[in-house]
């Protein structure tokens, strides 16, 4: 426990201090956000904002990793958050140097996730971490089945990530949670070097809303958020805990179900359910600042957070 408290705070404190230097770098390498044009007409000041400030996270993940880490559950983690990271920043890079925000085609994008997800669950069930809690029923292992669900749950974690962050403060301060309870939740397991890189995680993301949330100084951007995602669910899955990351990561699975009804609803019937998707973006044309939806959002968060550590007893689990 002392080891995870320790690092988020020497996370916290490296993220905080890093990011106005990586501001004026990404804004001399012109790394500028660029807003969807069917987006909210607000969001539009917002451009030239830098972007990729992912990167300092990850940085700040792998060096710590390597001084204070080196365990199979931490590197599952951290080579989770490289390869999205990798994945995000070809995004990054091509949306702005091809003066669009579309970046890597959707098809692209979808078919590399779903390869490196399994390859994710392979190495996860290779080294040692099939066992699962199950709802309701105690744990299991899904052995080889963690290929198929790895595939799955990485590529729509990360994608669900990335749709969430879309206003200033929220997907960060959503991540924080996640990776916050993972790491209480590897320590009521008495297991806490399982959360150790989630702890690392939790502290950069703090780090990093002070730049982010309202004003946002700096965006993550795919860097971030894809990079985020893959984590998450990796960090999920070394705790034992894949079966309930629909429930520690409600925020997101909301703002991913917003947008899938919204599109199926206009296909199917030419309605839309929401004024604009993802989910955030109805509140802020409803007229909620962004402030107050991040706000929001973080406590609908924290009570899936909690809700999840009850159902899921992990300290039942050590054995």
Known sequence: MTEAVILFLVALVASAL??????????????????????????????????????????????????ADRTPAGGLVVLALLLGGGLGLVDDVRAIRGGSNLGLRAREKIVIQLLTGALLGYLAWRWGFGRQLVPFDGGGSLNAWLIPIGAVAFAGGSNAFNLTDGSDGLAGGAGAIAFGTLTLIAVLQHHPAAGLISAVLAGCLIGFLFYNFFPARIFMGDTGSLALGTAMVAATIVTGMVWYLPLLALIFVVETASVIAQVASFKLTGQRIFRMSPLHHHFHLAGWTETRIALSFWAAGILAALLTVVLARPGSASA
């Open 18 to 67: 890093l990011y106005p230097a990586a501001i004026g770098y990404l804004a001399r390498l012109r790394m500028g956000q660029l807003i969807r044009e069917e987006g909210p007409a607000s969001h539009r000041g917002k451009a030239g904002t830098p972007t990729a400030g992912g990167i300092v996270f990850i940085g700040i993940a792998l060096v710590l990793y390597l001084v």
